[in-house]
């Protein structure tokens, strides 16, 4: 998929929610539960890994987001991602999921915190739950009005559970042959972004990207 079909197919999943009307209940629910808001920041993440050489593709009839987080299922609507280089193997990209955490690697863990969710990961397994070393790309979604300091102790928390903190390396996108090449300071090194609508969120910025963490002001 080059980057003008993916604009294209993208431009179709809008389309389909245009035609509801401002009233109708699902709209709605959509606006309050953010999920309009992850679809189109999934957009703007499919558009980006096009535009660093990966080829995209859908599987499935139709996109469809999860009531609640849980694991990865092979039959649940996902895209494939596939590097420049194919010889490298394939990513999978899925939508509400939740990721063994790196403390529980560390330790034995049966309590809530073993697992922690993501709104949008691109993978590099097809099934279960994905340890925190599976995720290449993680993406928090805050379509929310007013940006608060929350927000930016829940992501720095996630990031935790993610990676070490450790000198800059190429990410592991970009040591699959995605270009720009970019380098993160974590290990594993898995970008995260935090994709948010409040432009106030723009304050929040500098601290985090010290552990890795892209700052997205995304405002459809």
């Not at 209940?25 to 050489?53: Q, T």
């Not at 970019?182 to 910025?205: C, K, Q, T, V």
Request: charged share 25%; aromatic share 10%.
């Amino acid at each position: 998929m080059d980057r003008a079909t993916a604009i294209s197919e993208i431009d179709k999943v809008f389309s389909a929610y245009r035609r509801l009307r401002p009233s109708d209940k699902r709209l709605l629910k959509a606006l309050k539960d953010g999920k309009l808001y992850e679809l189109y920041v999934l957009s703007f993440v499919i558009v980006d890994l096009v535009k660093r050489g990966f080829r995209v593709t859908f599987q499935g009839h139709t996109l469809k987001f999860k009531g609640s987080p849980g694991r990865i299922k092979r039959s649940d609507p996902h895209f494939v991602i596939v590097p420049p280089n194919p010889a490298v193997g394939r990513f999978w990209l899925f939508v509400d999921i939740e990721f063994e955490t790196l403390g529980s690697k560390q330790i034995s863990v049966s309590d809530n915190s073993l697992r922690h969710e993501i709104d949008i990961v691109v993978v590099s397994v097809d099934n279960g739950y994905p340890k925190n070393s599976d995720i290449i790309l993680g993406v928090e979604c805050k379509a929310v009005a007013n940006f608060s300091k929350s927000i930016l102790k829940e992501v720095l928390g996630v990031r935790r559970e993610l990676s070490l903190l450790q000198s800059p390396t190429p990410s592991l996108l970009s040591a699959f042959g995605g270009k720009p090449s970019l380098s993160i300071p974590a290990d594993p090194a898995s970008e995260y972004w935090l994709a948010y609508i409040d432009p106030a969120g723009n304050s929040y910025r500098e601290s985090p990207g010290a552990f890795g963490i892209e700052f997205k002001h995304l405002q459809p």
